[in-house]
């Protein structure tokens, strides 16, 4: 190996491949050097950096304002995830989406779905009891687990289970008398109706609380007993230990390892309890931890992290105004993960299910299509630096590149050995002169396009 | 008879399919009574006899029933019944109640099948994802979202291509378990069978020709995937399909109505489909759900419960009810849920041991009674 890839950019591309949307090697460079101090304080706050006005994405795309279907949402969030300079608040909102999984499929609308993912990005970096305070009162989760049906006459234990087994502390730390407590605090919570569809489109829903509609009687709900109210409920469930644990696991499966490690969640879960349930101050002590530095490449990555990172590296939607940005998002589901479309309230199986040989086929296929399109702009881009201020580049020298370019990532040996076998170079490739650089082009895009057809791509 | 080999197609129906309006006790005047909004009117059920009867979406599937291609299993569950959809589901895909279990009824009945894994799509999965009952470590099971275009870099052509699928050949290629990286592994393996799968699956649709017009929705056009796969003779012993939606807390309905008219139109596509190639007789569809809900409405829709039912279809079924219903009488009821009767693992198992010819035991995790008269199995 002759390219050196220094510790320090080696760091940021794993820290942009868990805390961003990943990063080309010249993005890396430029974040070493400020230090990882400064961009992890960056990325813990999105605040101080004002999100882009999205004029021109509306503009451009006539089918983000026509919201008559979901998949639309699904494609701006997906420009963002590429785009966004606050790209935590994105990859914490796809935390989010998938644990407090809400559907399309049976809100359908628009704008209501809008104002859920929009709450996720806003209080996912918040106070856990904020977040779910925030939840409990969204008009897509409240529809979506029939809470508008919750009656102080006729209890609906749907949100009021769901908030315990998945939102919350998880089964076997609650009985069956703690849903129906839940459930009864729950009762006259709901939304307002919404404007019908026709003829002018979909119209968001409020919150509402209905007082005569809500069971005002005595109820014991892990132990404690009073009038509780859905608020109350909440205060309860964010002190129980079960609840810092579990929201400690989600934390450290997202961000470090599908393989879990009871000491480091333990460690989250204590810095959940010391915080007061703030989920900043678990990231912060996740991000400078050992075990999140260590864990290079040990999360298979989601779907919407496969596309997204994907589509940096080879420099595709960038601009509102480039073509085909629904078909793109779309790549998603066929490698199980419709965004803002999770087949159930349980949200997507990851980590080793991500994997089965229908979304392997298709992950691979979409990311060496991308990448080895030697006129894509990021690919391109990636080339030019790759032959900058040589006349010829050995073989294993240029998978080095490639592999340096793409976020610094890494291939097993083995892996290696393969590549450079079947690709058949017997001697240095010329990228001097303007003429050697059709056939260097092809070639490195070939080459890139390869890449993701390794174990090692799936890997974040 | 033909010598050919059985083969069961799993139907899933997510979300906890309300088996009392599906099998309608329509006669018992306890029904009415728990089920004051969400009830079907006697005038709109399609009886089988004089308490019981479909739902009024059934039709496809009456008619298959007056074939007496139908078996109707009553009262199947569990003891403590869990009411989360995902354990409960899991407790269906992995036959164990009572621990977590990585292990799929269907992939441990692949593995008895096929134990050299000779043929990759001994187990064919159609829709998005494999399900964990078809899951088993270092078992192959192929997942199949759509069969047209099947197949690894596609996007690629002649040498390009040829070069790229033979790194994938070699990076993919089969090494010794290595515990020290399970997800590599697991990748490892995926990617050779999908790779082989597609290879093979490839070959069915340019020899499929039917007049059977499937309806375009997933589960329609999955039944028709399964059906161009058996008709292309690969091997495929084991087949799934799932459809969703089934979770009717609020609007039961118009949900259940618009639900079981997509399934029955296309389970009914799928028989026709096979009776006009001849090759019905040697395929069984085991239809299940997770869990039943409860006996008295909410007001709008129904609540998780226990207790529901399932159905066996094809040529070889015995048609019939199999099991008496869960009494809906109050003081019967398990928590205001009905009562199961048998235990799923004891259909499963005699679909294992009856149909597809293999030990259940190890299989559905103990020895469990077996329904008698239920099928025919196929000649040798």
Same mark, same amino acid.
């Given at each position: 190996?002759?390219?050196?890839?220094?510790?320090?950019?080696?760091?940021?591309?794993?820290?942009?491949?868990?805390?961003?949307?990943?990063?080309?090697?010249?993005?890396? $460079?430029?974040?070493?050097?400020?230090?990882?101090?400064?961009?992890?304080?960056?990325?813990?706050?999105?605040?101080?950096?004002?999100?882009?006005?999205?004029?021109?994405?509306?503009?451009?795309?006539?089918?983000?304002?026509?919201?008559?279907?979901?998949?639309?949402?699904?494609?701006?969030?997906?420009?963002?995830?590429?785009?966004?300079?606050?790209?935590?608040?994105?990859?914490?909102?796809?935390?989010?989406?998938?644990?407090?999984?809400?559907?399309?499929?049976?809100?359908?609308?628009?704008?209501?779905?809008?104002? /859920? /993912?929009?709450?996720?990005?806003?209080?996912?970096?918040?106070?856990?009891?904020?977040?779910?305070?925030?939840?409990?009162?969204?008009?897509?989760?409240?529809?979506?687990?029939?809470?508008?049906?919750?009656?102080?006459?006729?209890?609906?234990?749907?949100?009021?289970?769901?908030?315990?087994?998945?939102?919350?502390?998880?089964?076997?730390?609650?009985? $069956?008398?703690?849903?129906?407590?839940?459930?009864? #605090?729950?009762?006259?919570?709901?939304?307002?109706?919404?404007?019908?569809? /026709?003829?002018?489109?979909?119209?968001?829903?409020?919150?509402?609380?209905?007082?005569?509609?809500?069971?005002?009687?005595?109820?014991?709900?892990?132990?404690?007993?009073?009038?509780?109210?859905? %608020?109350?409920?909440?205060?309860?469930?964010?002190?129980?230990?079960?609840?810092?644990?579990?929201?400690?696991?989600?934390?450290?499966?997202?961000?470090?390892?599908?393989?879990?490690?009871?000491?480091?969640?333990?460690?989250?879960?204590?810095?959940?309890?010391?915080?007061?349930?703030?989920?900043? $101050?678990?990231?912060?002590?996740?991000?400078?931890?050992?075990?999140?530095?260590?864990?290079?490449?040990?999360?298979?990555?989601?779907?919407?992290?496969?596309?997204?990172?994907?589509?940096?590296? #080879?420099?595709?939607?960038?601009?509102?105004?480039?073509?085909?940005?629904?078909?793109?998002?779309?790549?998603?589901?066929?490698?199980?993960?419709?965004?803002?479309?999770?087949?159930?309230?349980?949200?997507?199986?990851?980590?080793?299910?991500?994997?089965?040989?229908?979304?392997?086929?298709?992950?691979?296929?979409? #990311?060496?299509?991308?990448?080895?399109?030697?006129?894509?702009?990021?690919?391109?881009?990636?080339?030019?630096?790759?032959?900058?201020?040589?006349?010829?580049?050995?073989?294993?020298?240029?998978? %080095?590149?490639?592999?340096?370019?793409?976020?610094?990532?890494?291939?097993?040996?083995?892996?290696?050995?393969?590549?450079?076998?079947?690709?058949?170079?017997?001697?240095?490739?010329?990228?001097?002169?303007?003429?050697?650089?059709?056939?260097?082009?092809?070639?490195?895009?070939?080459?890139?396009?390869?890449?993701?057809?390794?174990?090692? /791509?799936?890997?974040? | 008879?033909?010598?050919?080999?059985?083969?069961?197609?799993?139907?899933?129906?997510?979300?906890?399919?309300?088996? @009392?309006?599906?099998?309608?006790?329509?006669?018992?005047?306890?029904?009415?009574?728990?089920?004051?909004?969400?009830?079907?009117?006697?005038?709109?059920?399609?009886?089988?006899?004089?308490?019981?009867?479909?739902?009024?979406?059934?039709?496809?599937?009456?008619?298959?029933?007056?074939?007496?291609?139908?078996?109707?299993? +009553?009262?199947?569950?569990?003891?403590?019944?869990?009411?989360?959809?995902?354990?409960?589901?899991?407790?269906?895909?992995?036959?164990? =109640?009572?621990?977590?279990?990585?292990?799929?009824?269907?992939?441990?009945?692949?593995?008895?099948?096929? =134990?050299?894994?000779?043929?990759?799509?001994?187990?064919? +999965?159609?829709?998005?994802?494999? =399900?964990?009952?078809?899951?088993?470590?270092?078992?192959?099971?192929?997942?199949?979202?759509?069969?047209?275009?099947?197949?690894?870099?596609?996007?690629?052509?002649?040498?390009?291509?040829?070069?790229? &699928?033979?790194?994938?050949?070699?990076?993919?290629?089969?090494?010794?378990?290595?515990?020290?990286?399970?997800? @590599?592994?697991?990748?490892?393996?995926?990617?050779?069978?999908?790779?082989?799968?597609?290879?093979?699956?490839?070959?069915?649709?340019?020899?499929?020709?039917?007049?059977?017009?499937?309806?375009?929705?997933?589960?329609?056009?999955?039944?028709?995937?399964?059906?161009?796969?058996?008709?292309?003779?690969?091997?495929?012993?084991? *087949?799934?399909?799932?459809?969703?939606?089934?979770?009717?807390?609020?609007?039961?309905?118009?949900?259940?109505?618009?639900?079981?008219?997509?399934?029955?139109?296309?389970?009914?596509?799928? *028989?026709?489909?096979?009776?006009?190639?001849?090759?019905?007789?040697?395929?069984?569809?085991?239809?299940?759900?997770?869990?039943?809900?409860?006996?008295?409405?909410?007001?709008?829709?129904?609540?998780?419960?226990?207790?529901?039912?399932?159905?066996?279809?094809?040529?070889?079924?015995?048609? !019939? @009810?199999?099991?008496?219903?869960?009494? &809906?009488?109050?003081?019967?009821?398990?928590?205001?849920?009905?009562?199961? +009767?048998?235990?799923?693992?004891?259909?499963?198992?005699?679909?294992?041991?009856?149909?597809?010819?293999?030990?259940?035991?190890?299989?559905?995790?103990?020895?469990?009674?077996? *329904?008698? !008269?239920?099928?025919?199995?196929?000649?040798?």
């Amino acid at each position: 190996m002759t390219i050196a890839v220094s510790a320090d950019v080696s760091l940021m591309g794993h820290l942009m491949r868990r805390a961003a949307f990943g990063a080309q090697a010249a993005e890396l $460079e430029i974040l070493a050097a400020r230090g990882y101090d400064s961009v992890v304080d960056e990325l813990l706050h999105p605040e101080r950096i004002p999100r882009p006005d999205e004029d021109l994405l509306e503009r451009y795309h006539i089918e983000h304002s026509d919201e008559e279907q979901g998949k639309w949402t699904g494609a701006r969030w997906m420009f963002r995830m590429v785009n966004s300079p606050r790209p935590l608040e994105e990859k914490l909102a796809l935390m989010w989406h998938d644990v407090f999984a809400v559907g399309f499929s049976k809100v359908v609308n628009n704008p209501m779905m809008r104002s /859920y /993912y929009d709450m996720l990005r806003d209080h996912g970096l918040g106070n856990f009891g904020d977040m779910l305070k925030q939840l409990s009162r969204n008009p897509s989760m409240i529809y979506w687990l029939d809470q508008q049906m919750n009656h102080a006459d006729a209890v609906n234990e749907n949100y009021g289970r769901e908030l315990l087994e998945l939102f919350s502390m998880g089964r076997g730390n609650y009985t $069956e008398d703690d849903v129906k407590a839940c459930a009864r #605090a729950f009762t006259g919570w709901t939304e307002s109706q919404t404007i019908p569809r /026709y003829p002018n489109g979909f119209y968001d829903s409020k919150f509402v609380y209905l007082e005569e509609d809500h069971d005002h009687s005595e109820k014991t709900f892990l132990g404690e007993t009073g009038n509780f109210n859905g %608020d109350d409920i909440i205060d309860i469930i964010v002190r129980q230990p079960a609840t810092a644990r579990f929201v400690a696991a989600e934390i450290y499966d997202f961000f470090v390892s599908d393989d879990p490690d009871p000491q480091a969640i333990d460690t989250l879960a204590q810095v959940y309890v010391d915080s007061g349930h703030e989920i900043r $101050e678990m990231l912060k002590v996740l991000l400078y931890s050992d075990f999140f530095k260590e864990a290079r490449f040990q999360r298979v990555k989601s779907p919407a992290e496969l596309v997204a990172s994907t589509l940096r590296f #080879a420099g595709e939607h960038r601009d509102p105004y480039d073509f085909g940005l629904v078909p793109t998002t779309q790549k998603t589901i066929l490698m199980g993960q419709q965004i803002l479309n999770p087949p159930t309230v349980e949200g997507w199986h990851t980590g080793r299910e991500w994997i089965d040989s229908s979304f392997l086929i298709e992950r691979v296929n979409f #990311a060496a299509e991308r990448l080895g399109n030697p006129d894509a702009n990021g690919v391109s881009e990636m080339t030019d630096r790759i032959a900058e201020g040589k006349d010829s580049i050995a073989p294993d020298d240029l998978l %080095d590149a490639c592999l340096y370019e793409l976020g610094s990532m890494e291939l097993e040996d083995d892996t290696r050995h393969i590549l450079m076998e079947e690709l058949g170079l017997t001697g240095d490739v010329r990228c001097e002169l303007e003429a050697d650089m059709v056939d260097f082009r092809n070639l490195v895009a070939r080459l890139f396009g390869l890449i993701p057809a390794t174990r090692e /791509y799936q890997m974040a | 008879m033909s010598g050919k080999n059985p083969v069961l197609v799993c139907l899933q129906l997510s979300g906890g399919n309300d088996y @009392m309006s599906t099998v309608i006790p329509y006669g018992n005047p306890l029904y009415r009574d728990f089920r004051k909004t969400v009830g079907i009117p006697d005038d709109k059920v399609i009886p089988i006899n004089d308490t019981y009867g479909f739902h009024p979406s059934m039709g496809p599937i009456k008619d298959l029933y007056d074939r007496g291609d139908v078996a109707i299993v +009553s009262g199947i569950g569990y003891p403590d019944p869990d009411r989360s959809h995902f354990r409960s589901m899991d407790i269906w895909h992995t036959a164990q =109640p009572s621990e977590i279990s990585p292990e799929g009824w269907l992939g441990r009945t692949i593995r008895e099948i096929d =134990p050299d894994k000779r043929n990759v799509v001994t187990g064919v +999965s159609f829709g998005t994802g494999l =399900p964990r009952a078809m899951y088993l470590q270092g078992t192959p099971a192929i997942s199949v979202s759509q069969l047209e275009g099947y197949g690894l870099l596609t996007s690629l052509a002649g040498e390009e291509q040829r070069t790229a &699928l033979n790194a994938c050949t070699r990076m993919y290629a089969p090494v010794e378990f290595d515990e020290a990286s399970m997800i @590599m592994h697991h990748i490892k393996q995926t990617g050779r069978d999908a790779m082989t799968g597609a290879d093979i699956l490839r070959t069915a649709p340019p020899l499929y020709d039917s007049t059977i017009e499937y309806a375009n929705n997933p589960l329609a056009q999955s039944l028709r995937g399964i059906a161009q796969v058996h008709l292309a003779d690969v091997g495929t012993r084991i *087949f799934y399909a799932q459809i969703g939606g089934f979770d009717v807390h609020g609007n039961q309905i118009a949900t259940q109505a618009t639900l079981w008219d997509t399934v029955s139109r296309a389970v009914a596509d799928f *028989f026709d489909d096979l009776k006009e190639h001849d090759a019905a007789e040697e395929v069984i569809m085991l239809i299940f759900t997770e869990f039943g809900r409860r006996v008295r409405d909410n007001g709008n829709g129904t609540d998780h419960g226990s207790g529901g039912g399932a159905f066996l279809i094809g040529e070889q079924i015995k048609g !019939g @009810m199999y099991a008496d219903y869960p009494s &809906l009488a109050p003081e019967k009821q398990l928590s205001g849920d009905l009562q199961a +009767s048998h235990d799923f693992r004891s259909l499963y198992a005699t679909v294992l041991d009856q149909w597809v010819g293999v030990n259940p035991d190890p299989i559905v995790n103990g020895h469990f009674d077996q *329904f008698d !008269g239920l099928l025919r199995p196929l000649a040798a």
